[in-house]
């Protein structure tokens, strides 16, 4: 007795048989915090980019078994836009700091 032949797949392999693949278990976290560390805690920021870049590993080894590359991507990119923004805020207070000692000992030094 012969089977039928399985129907090819429709989106790509997923380990649990024929179907759309499995979405990456931190997709949604990785998105939420590139999200929230664009708009309003850029401490977020880092953590989005190193997870996201592991993730994005992870989902390139698959080979296809895993889906979610695009929220991941998305939280990625919005990490790393995050984390340069935090730099360059602090790189400003630094210097305004610098500036306000040195205009504290000028300004101390011509009485």
């Not at 080979?63 to 360059?88: D, F």
Request: charged share 5%.
């Amino acid at each position: 007795m012969s089977y039928p032949p399985p129907p090819p797949p429709q989106y790509g392999y997923s380990p649990y048989g024929y179907g759309p693949p499995q979405e990456h278990p931190q997709a949604t976290l990785i998105l939420i915090l590139g999200i929230l560390g664009l708009a309003f805690c850029q401490v977020l920021g880092p953590f989005a980019w190193v997870m996201g870049k592991k993730a994005l590993n992870e989902i390139d080894a698959s080979g296809g078994a895993m889906g979610g590359r695009s929220n991941v991507m998305v939280g990625y990119v919005c990490g790393i836009i995050g984390s340069v923004m935090i730099i360059v805020s602090l790189l400003v207070v630094v210097f305004v700091v610098v500036l306000g000692v040195a205009g504290a000992l000028d300004s101390s030094s011509s009485y």
